[in-house]
C-alpha cells in the first residue's frame, strides 16, 4: 500500500510567464485601438489608356498620359501611427481634416458624386475641345456640405438629393437658389422632397426646413440672400455621341478630372497628342474645361517621377490661395526629379503645349 505524502501546489504560471502574457495582451490590444489620424503618401501613376475607352477611338499613342493618386491609410493603430512619423514622404492628417463631421456613409457617397462627375465633366469638356457637344440632363440638387448653424443640420444629409421646393420641380442648383431668393425671407419654412441615398437602397423623403441669412457680412454692398445653409452642386446623367467607358472604381475624389478629359480628346483625334512622351498630371476639370486646384500634390509628384513620367501637368496658382503649382515645383526641386512641371489653367492650356511639343527622340 503506497504511503500518503505531501504535494506542494502546482504553478502552472510563474510570476515571469505571468509577466510576458499580461505584455501580450497589451500589446495586441493596441492593435485593436485605432488612432484618429491618417496618412497620406504617394500613391500611383496609371496609365489612362486601359482604363478609358472611346467607341470608335484611336490608341496608338506611342506615349502615354497617366493619371496620379494619393495612397491614404487610415492609423487603425499606434503601429500604422509610428510609421507614419517616420516613413519618408508622408503626411500625418487628422480624421476631421479628412472626413470633418461626415459620416462613413456619407462620405463614401460624397466621394462616389465627386468622382461620378469629374468623369461626366471630362467627357464633356473632352468632347467639346474636339468640337462635339454632349447632351446634360440635370436630375436634381446634390448636397455637398452643410454649414454647422444650418436648420437642415440633422436632417438633411450629404448626399441628399433634393427635387422639389414647395411642389416645384428643381433640376439644377441655380433654379433652387433663385426660387428661394425671388420668393423667400430669413425664417420662412420650405419642404422639400430629397432622395436618400444608402449602400442598399435609396428613400424618398420629405422634411421642412427653416430658411436662414446667407447674405455676405464682411460686404457691404453684397446682395441679400436667404438659403438652406447647404453647398449645392448639379446631380446630372450626360449622353455623349459617342459611347465612353471609364474604369477607375478604385480611385475617389475629382482630381483626375483633367487627364481623364486629355485622353478622351487623345482618342477623339488624329494623331499622337503624347509624341512619345510619359506624361503625367492632376487637376480637377468642369465643364468648360477649366482646371481646378486639388490636394496633395506634393505625393503625386514623387508617384509621376518614381513611374518616370517626362512632364506633369500642375493646376496653375489663379487665386490668392491657390498653391498647387508652386507646391509641385518645390517638390519636383526637392526630390531633384527631371520631370518638367507645367502650369495649366484649363484643358485647352495642356493640349497646346502638347501639341508644341517635338517628337520624343
Known amino acids: 500500500m503506497s504511503q500518503p505524502h505531501d504535494e506542494k501546489p502546482r504553478r502552472f504560471f510563474s510570476r515571469s510567464n505571468l509577466k510576458g502574457v499580461i505584455l501580450t495582451a497589451v500589446i495586441a490590444a493596441s492593435f485593436l485601438i485605432p488612432t484618429p489620424y ?64 461626415l459620416s462613413d456613409g456619407e462620405y463614401d457617397r460624397l466621394l462616389k458624386h465627386m468622382m461620378d462627375t469629374s468623369q461626366q465633366n471630362a467627357v464633356i469638356s473632352g468632347f467639346k475641345a474636339a468640337g462635339q457637344v454632349v447632351d446634360v440632363s440635370y436630375d436634381g440638387v446634390f448636397v455637398s456640405s452643410i454649414t454647422a448653424n444650418s436648420k437642415a443640420a440633422g436632417i438633411l444629409q450629404v448626399g441628399d438629393v433634393i427635387t422639389e421646393v414647395d411642389g416645384h420641380s428643381v433640376n439644377k442648383s441655380d433654379e433652387m437658389i433663385k426660387y428661394l431668393n425671388d420668393n423667400k425671407q430669413v425664417g420662412d419654412t420650405v419642404t422639400l422632397k430629397y432622395t ?18 446667407l447674405t455676405d457680412p464682411n460686404n457691404k454692398q453684397a446682395t441679400h440672400r436667404v438659403g438652406l445653409g447647404v453647398v449645392p452642386e448639379n446631380e446630372m446623367k450626360i449622353k455623349p455621341p459617342r459611347d465612353v467607358q471609364i474604369h477607375a472604381e478604385d480611385i475617389g475624389g475629382p482630381s483626375a478630372g483633367t487627364m481623364f478629359s486629355l485622353e478622351i480628346y487623345s482618342q477623339l483625334t488624329q494623331g499622337d497628342l503624347t509624341k512619345g512622351y510619359k506624361i503625367a498630371g492632376t487637376g480637377t476639370i468642369d465643364a468648360t474645361g477649366t482646371v481646378g486646384q486639388i490636394g496633395g500634390i506634393e505625393h503625386k509628384i514623387v508617384a509621376a517621377d518614381k513611374a518616370g513620367a517626362d512632364l506633369f501637368f500642375a493646376p496653375a496658382d489663379v487665386g490668392p490661395d491657390d498653391t498647387n503649382t508652386k507646391v509641385a515645383e518645390e517638390q519636383a526641386k526637392k526630390i531633384g526629379t527631371k520631370m518638367k512641371v507645367v502650369s495649366i489653367k484649363t484643358m485647352q492650356d495642356a493640349i497646346d503645349y502638347l501639341q508644341g511639343l517635338p517628337e520624343k527622340q
Open 38 to 101: 491618417y496618412l497620406y503618401q504617394p500613391g500611383t501613376a496609371e496609365v489612362l489608356a486601359p482604363k478609358v475607352t472611346v467607341e470608335g477611338g484611336e490608341k496608338d499613342e506611342k506615349g502615354n498620359l497617366m493619371l496620379t493618386t494619393v495612397l491614404s491609410i487610415h492609423a487603425t493603430n499606434i503601429y500604422y501611427l509610428a510609421y507614419g512619423y517616420f516613413a519618408p514622404n508622408t503626411e500625418l492628417r487628422k480624421e476631421e481634416e479628412v472626413k470633418g463631421n
Open 196 to 213: 436618400r441615398y444608402t449602400k442598399d437602397k435609396q428613400e424618398q423623403k420629405e422634411s421642412k426646413i427653416a430658411l436662414m441669412d
